[in-house]
């Protein structure tokens, strides 16, 4: 066996999906065609929408959260809502959490890192330049919060204050979620991204996939953690990397701060 040793900056911990990820993607509607594994995708979270009131005074009934969240399952992920392209992620798993009195639907997303434009996608959404998410759907009736009629019909102006009440109307009769982009400005305030919970799940594997560059990543078939060196505070894990047929043993320290 060829041994080799590796240096350069070392990167923080990456976000490794869960089995139960995993299983949440192949049990979509059209699942993936491969049997995907946990070093095959990227997983981000996002607040996608909420029960207050947004900018156009359209109101989701929170009772309709549940709802929501399920018809998202499997939608595809945009950008800017623009419907003559096909997505860049797609929706899937997720909760109905409570922040600060507000309902959200909290669904998370994933995308293939062998995309060419994956990691362009990921340093755009960590680094906070893609900060804000839009839902788009299909319902029935806008109901007026002051008089409980159809507001196409009524009196009411969303907007406009009666006898000291704001008037909003409810999306009602939800029947349908076409997809969640990535906007420069959504209409409900509040959305965003966020890293899935780390639940200590294939940490190992993480924190050694995550020490490598992305060149030594992307060119290895095969990459296995043999053991942490404990004989040297300064040490890194060892493994082991195939390429090309060749097996090479990897040292991995973490550079030292001036």
Request: proline letters at 6%.
């Amino acid at each position: 066996m060829l041994t080799q040793h590796l240096s350069g900056q070392l990167l923080r911990d990456q976000v490794t999906p869960g089995s139960a990820d995993l299983s949440a993607i192949h049990a979509l509607p059209n699942p993936p065609l491969v049997q995907l594994s946990t070093d095959d995708i990227h997983v981000r979270r996002c607040r996608l929408a909420s029960d207050a009131i947004d900018s156009r005074f359209g109101r989701f009934r929170k009772d309709d959260m549940p709802r929501l969240l399920e018809l998202i399952q499997g939608a595809p992920v945009l950008i800017g809502h623009d419907k003559r392209t096909l997505g860049v992620a797609r929706f899937f798993g997720g909760d109905v959490e409570q922040r600060e009195g507000v309902s959200w639907i909290i669904p998370q997303f994933y995308w293939p890192r062998a995309h060419s434009a994956a990691d362009d996608l990921r340093v755009m959404i960590d680094s906070g330049v893609y900060s804000e998410a839009s839902i788009a759907f299909t319902y029935r009736t806008p109901t007026c919060s002051v008089c409980g009629n159809d507001i196409r019909g009524c009196a009411h102006w969303p907007g406009r204050n009666y006898e000291d009440q704001l008037c909003f109307f409810y999306y009602d009769g939800i029947e349908r979620v076409t997809e969640g982009s990535l906007v420069y400005r959504g209409a409900a305030h509040g959305t965003g991204f966020e890293l899935p919970a780390h639940d200590g799940e294939n940490a190992n594997s993480a924190a050694s996939h995550s020490l490598m560059s992305p060149t030594v990543s992307r060119l290895a078939d095969d990459i296995s953690t043999i053991s942490p060196t404990p004989d040297s505070d300064d040490a890194g894990p060892t493994l082991t990397i195939k390429h090309r047929g060749r097996r090479y043993l990897a040292l991995l320290r973490p550079l030292k701060e001036d």
